[in-house]
């Protein structure tokens, strides 16, 4: 068994070693960065990782990346810090296999945002973007079906470990997609650790119009998100295939009747005229026998 | 223009000085023939050499990728119907509007229908990754698709042509069955006997043929429209940049009629020459064809100016992205050299009688055909290179495309092999209706019945 890992863990290392180093052109490793690193451009940049990088990069200092090949790395890491900005502007812009380039997706602008996000977590640089430690926290959440209102109520874990009301803290809540989470809004807690929450009309949800709640404290907090699971407050999705309908396009089965007519009609017309061609042909052989 | 009927002595003079030279082809057999055979077969045979690799390893031998998935096979599909259309022109819609000059032209015209439009078949199915599934097609092809159109459409022009051809080529069968000389083979002889199905030139024959070609006349005039307007909505039909224009239709028809032209142009004057036909393939004609040339370039002139130039006054996104490689991209220079050469130098040159003489014209419609290869290639290309959604993480050779050589073998192929049809009916067929020609030139239908001395 030990011996099992030890040949797992020796691949391992030996497939991190062959990953080969990312050569940067020598003219692009210096360029300047020409956005400044202020607290709003590194505010936009960590917006800008969070919906560009996160999902392969993981979050910040917690080395939760994607297990790839080669993996991407932390951005606090000292792998990533290690880059100039030239370098890292260069990377983000031009990627290279499981990395993609953000040449066509991102502005030139947001590109250097995002190098002035990822410097916020240099050792050379005094951070400008300080997290507070997480605090603790408790979130209730119902959904009243008839009314069409989510009700939270939300306590945090304040400096002498007592559970003490929220207030004034935005909630996120979302809609429990076949691909993630959709977020459909937001409100704030009062003084009393509580708010509610107006579903709008137009939330789609199942084929019986259920939704999935997911009632989320967003960052700086730990606890668990509340799922409320398939509640009725949904217009029912509507499935409509596509290939069953009339369309120009369908399937031999839905195929619009002028066209399938026009179509007949035409073969028929032309292969009907070619036969009796032939048949002239056959007459003119019978006509030559005559006298 | 018919000629006085001609006393029955000069008549069979005639008719024997004609049938000579019109089976010159058939008799001929000589180093150059066996040289040309050679060079046909040779390199038809390479290119299905080629086309065994690819069966055995797939389209991944071609330049075809995610991407471009339609190459050089469909540019060149695209070219072989187009010209394939010429018999549409010059053996139906000429001869019903009885412009009697193109008469005699009309059998080459349908020599090169019948070798394009085979040819355009066979390409599609060498286009296919799996060619054993061809006949799916036909069982669980969509009525609706403009391709299964398309496939119908290629058919029932293909029946047709060969109908046209070989209908009032019956007398001519018969009349060689009857007049042969020693020096045709035997086994020829033979053919013709059992093709002209024991002709006997009575009125009736001749009224049946007369009927079967007028209606054979008329059904293609729908159906080589709908040919080449079907396969330009096999682009048309999408919303690519560079394919979804409402012209496309009639402005493949135009373009068809351009390269048809000028492929019936370059056979005419083989044929001249080769078999010194140079009195029945008159100056007159080549004269005609010339102008005929210079008219349809002009429609095809009046599409092209409509399909490039009305976008890049707008200039679109997408089809602006498309149309600056067109013309300052990396496809300038074939797009240009293709509307240079192929179109407006020759418009401008065949305004001159002299250019319309036989080796001049003939020269001039060599360079129409090139370019108007090259004009299906930037049609279909290009357009392909630059899909709407940005091309991301995949390797370099899928974002551009280029021929591999087994496409260029097997694109070659399909040149000699039209060239091989074209070659065994000028071989085993008169290149000229000889008793339409006859007809024509005063000599009596009981003279061309009379069996030889």
Same mark, same amino acid.
């Given at each position: 068994?030990?011996? &099992?890992?030890?040949?797992?863990?020796?691949?391992?290392?030996?497939?991190?070693?062959?990953?080969?180093? @990312?050569?940067?052109?020598?003219?692009?490793?210096?360029?300047?960065?020409?956005?400044?690193?202020?607290?709003?451009?590194?505010? &936009?940049?960590?917006?800008?990782?969070?919906?560009?990088?996160?999902?392969?990069?993981?979050?910040?200092?917690?080395?939760?990346?994607?297990?790839?090949?080669?993996?991407?790395?932390?951005?606090?890491? !000292?792998?990533?810090?290690?880059?100039?900005?030239?370098?890292?502007?260069?990377?983000?812009?031009?990627?290279?296999?499981?990395?993609?380039?953000?040449?066509?997706?991102?502005?030139?602008?947001?590109?250097?945002?995002?190098?002035?996000?990822?410097?916020?977590?240099?050792? !050379?640089?005094?951070?400008?973007?300080?997290?507070?430690?997480?605090?603790?926290?408790?979130?209730?959440?119902?959904?009243?079906?008839?009314?069409?209102?989510?009700?939270?109520?939300?306590?945090?874990?304040?400096?002498?470990?007592?559970?003490?009301?929220?207030?004034?803290?935005?909630?996120?809540?979302?809609?429990?997609?076949?691909?993630?989470?959709?977020?459909?809004?937001?409100?704030?807690?009062?003084?009393?650790?509580?708010?509610?929450?107006?579903?709008?009309?137009?939330?789609?949800?199942?084929?019986?119009?259920?939704?999935?709640?997911?009632?989320?404290?967003?960052?700086?907090?730990?606890?668990?998100?509340?799922?409320?699971?398939?509640?009725?407050?949904?217009?029912?999705?509507?499935?409509?295939?596509?290939?069953?309908?009339?369309?120009? @396009?369908?399937?031999?089965?839905?195929?619009?009747? @002028?066209?399938?007519?026009?179509?007949?009609?035409?073969?028929?017309?032309? @292969?009907?005229?070619?036969?009796?061609?032939?048949?002239?042909?056959?007459?003119?052989?019978?006509?030559?026998?005559?006298? | 223009?018919?000629?006085?009927?001609?006393?029955?002595?000069?008549?069979?003079?005639?008719?024997?000085?004609?049938?000579?030279?019109?089976?010159?082809?058939?008799?001929?057999?000589?180093?150059?023939?066996?040289?040309?055979?050679?060079?046909?077969?040779?390199?038809?045979?390479?290119?299905?050499?080629?086309?065994?690799?690819?069966?055995?390893?797939?389209?991944?031998?071609?330049?075809?990728?995610?991407?471009?998935?339609?190459?050089?096979?469909?540019?060149?599909?695209?070219?072989?119907?187009?010209?394939?259309?010429?018999?549409?022109?010059?053996?139906?819609?000429?001869?019903?509007?009885?412009?009697?000059?193109?008469?005699?032209?009309?059998?080459?015209?349908?020599?090169?229908?019948?070798?394009?439009?085979?040819?355009?078949?066979?390409?599609?199915?060498?286009?296919?990754?799996?060619?054993?599934?061809?006949?799916?097609?036909?069982?669980?092809?969509?009525?609706?698709?403009?391709?299964?159109?398309?496939?119908?459409?290629?058919?029932?022009?293909?029946?047709?042509?060969?109908?046209?051809?070989?209908?009032?080529?019956?007398?001519?069968?018969?009349?060689?069955?009857?007049?042969?000389?020693?020096?045709?083979?035997?086994?020829?002889?033979?053919?013709?006997?059992?093709?002209?199905?024991?002709?006997?030139?009575?009125?009736?024959?001749?009224?049946?043929?007369?009927?079967?070609?007028?209606?054979?006349?008329?059904?293609?005039?729908?159906?080589?429209?709908?040919?080449?307007?079907?396969?330009?909505?096999?682009?048309?039909?999408?919303?690519?940049?560079?394919?979804?224009?409402?012209?496309?239709?009639?402005?493949?028809?135009?373009?068809?009629?351009?390269?048809?032209?000028?492929?019936?142009?370059?056979?005419?004057?083989?044929?001249?020459?080769?078999?010194?036909?140079?009195?029945?393939?008159?100056?007159?004609?080549?004269?005609?064809?010339?102008?005929?040339?210079?008219?349809?370039?002009?429609?095809?002139?009046?599409?092209?100016?409509?399909?490039?130039?009305?976008?890049?006054?707008?200039?679109?996104?997408?089809?602006?992205?498309?149309?600056?490689?067109?013309?300052?991209?990396?496809?300038?220079?074939?797009?240009?050299?293709?509307?240079?050469?192929?179109?407006?130098?020759?418009?401008?040159?065949?305004?001159?009688?002299?250019?319309?003489?036989?080796?001049?014209?003939?020269?001039?419609?060599?360079?129409?055909?090139?370019?108007?290869?090259?004009?299906?290639?930037?049609?279909?290309?290009?357009?392909?290179?630059?899909?709407?959604?940005?091309?991301?993480?995949?390797?370099?050779?899928?974002?551009?495309?280029?021929?591999?050589?087994?496409?260029?073998?097997?694109?070659?192929?399909?040149?000699?092999?039209?060239?091989?049809?074209?070659?065994?009916?000028?071989?085993?067929?008169?290149?000229?209706?000889?008793?339409?020609?006859?007809?024509?030139?005063?000599?009596?239908?009981?003279?061309?019945?009379?069996?030889?001395?």
């Amino acid at each position: 068994m030990k011996i &099992k890992l030890l040949v797992v863990a020796i691949l391992f290392l030996a497939q991190q070693g062959m990953a080969q180093e @990312w050569l940067v052109p020598e003219d692009q490793k210096n360029i300047e960065n020409p956005s400044e690193y202020n607290l709003a451009n590194v505010k &936009k940049g960590k917006d800008l990782y969070l919906l560009n990088c996160k999902s392969c990069h993981g979050d910040a200092g917690k080395n939760n990346g994607l297990p790839l090949v080669p993996p991407p790395p932390d951005v606090t890491s !000292d792998q990533m810090q290690a880059n100039t900005e030239g370098e890292l502007f260069y990377k983000i812009t031009h990627g290279r296999g499981g990395m993609p380039q953000f040449e066509t997706t991102l502005s030139e602008d947001d590109r250097w945002r995002l190098v002035n996000y990822i410097r916020n977590y240099s050792p !050379d640089t005094e951070a400008l973007l300080v997290e507070e430690p997480p605090k603790k926290a408790k979130v209730l959440a119902s959904v009243n079906e008839a009314e069409r209102v989510v009700e939270v109520f939300a306590e945090y874990q304040n400096k002498d470990s007592v559970y003490v009301a929220l207030a004034e803290t935005p909630i996120t809540i979302g809609a429990q997609k076949a691909f993630g989470i959709l977020p459909i809004g937001e409100v704030l807690t009062n003084n009393e650790g509580r708010a509610e929450y107006a579903i709008p009309e137009t939330l789609i949800g199942d084929e019986q119009g259920m939704v999935t709640l997911v009632i989320d404290l967003g960052e700086g907090f730990i606890t668990e998100d509340v799922v409320l699971d398939a509640s009725k407050v949904g217009q029912p999705k509507p499935t409509p295939v596509l290939i069953k309908e009339e369309v120009l @396009w369908s399937t031999n089965d839905n195929i619009q009747t @002028w066209l399938l007519l026009s179509y007949l009609a035409a073969v028929l017309g032309a @292969w009907g005229t070619i036969g009796y061609v032939v048949f002239q042909i056959f007459k003119i052989s019978r006509a030559g026998k005559e006298e | 223009m018919m000629e006085k009927t001609k006393s029955p002595e000069e008549s069979r003079k005639l008719l024997d000085k004609i049938t000579f030279d019109l089976t010159r082809s058939i008799v001929k057999r000589d180093e150059l023939t066996h040289f040309w055979y050679f060079i046909l077969v040779m390199f038809a045979a390479v290119g299905l050499w080629g086309w065994g690799i690819q069966i055995r390893d797939g389209l991944g031998v071609t330049g075809m990728r995610d991407y471009v998935s339609w190459g050089m096979y469909i540019a060149n599909f695209v070219f072989f119907v187009a010209v394939s259309l010429i018999g549409f022109l010059i053996s139906s819609s000429l001869q019903l509007l009885k412009i009697s000059w193109s008469k005699p032209i009309s059998r080459v015209a349908e020599q090169i229908a019948i070798a394009a439009v085979a040819l355009a078949g066979i390409i599609i199915v060498m286009d296919m990754g799996r060619p054993d599934r061809f006949l799916n097609v036909f069982l669980h092809g969509r009525f609706a698709s403009p391709i299964i159109w398309d496939v119908t459409v290629v058919t029932t022009y293909l029946t047709i042509s060969v109908l046209l051809y070989y209908i009032p080529l019956i007398p001519d069968l018969a009349l060689l069955r009857d007049r042969g000389g020693d020096d045709i083979p035997k086994w020829k002889m033979q053919v013709y006997k059992i093709l002209s199905l024991g002709w006997k030139g009575n009125d009736k024959q001749y009224k049946l043929v007369a009927h079967s070609m007028r209606v054979l006349m008329i059904l293609i005039l729908p159906v080589g429209l709908s040919i080449h307007t079907v396969t330009s909505w096999l682009f048309a039909a999408t919303l690519r940049s560079g394919w979804d224009t409402t012209i496309f239709g009639p402005y493949f028809v135009a373009g068809a009629f351009v390269a048809g032209a000028a492929a019936v142009v370059i056979l005419m004057y083989a044929y001249r020459v080769r078999y010194r036909l140079g009195d029945y393939f008159e100056e007159l004609h080549f004269d005609y064809m010339g102008k005929l040339l210079v008219f349809v370039c002009l429609v095809y002139l009046y599409f092209n100016i409509n399909e490039f130039w009305v976008p890049a006054y707008k200039m679109k996104t997408a089809e602006g992205i498309h149309l600056r490689t067109l013309f300052t991209g990396s496809y300038a220079p074939m797009f240009w050299s293709a509307q240079m050469l192929g179109l407006i130098l020759p418009i401008l040159l065949m305004l001159f009688p002299f250019f319309r003489k036989p080796l001049p014209l003939t020269i001039i419609s060599v360079f129409v055909l090139i370019a108007s290869w090259l004009k299906r290639y930037i049609i279909v290309v290009p357009t392909l290179e630059h899909p709407f959604l940005p091309v991301q993480n995949v390797p370099d050779y899928f974002k551009h495309y280029s021929p591999t050589s087994i496409e260029i073998m097997i694109t070659i192929f399909s040149f000699m092999a039209a060239l091989l049809i074209i070659t065994v009916l000028a071989k085993m067929f008169p290149v000229i209706t000889i008793w339409e020609y006859a007809e024509e030139k005063g000599i009596d239908k009981e003279i061309l019945a009379e069996p030889k001395k």
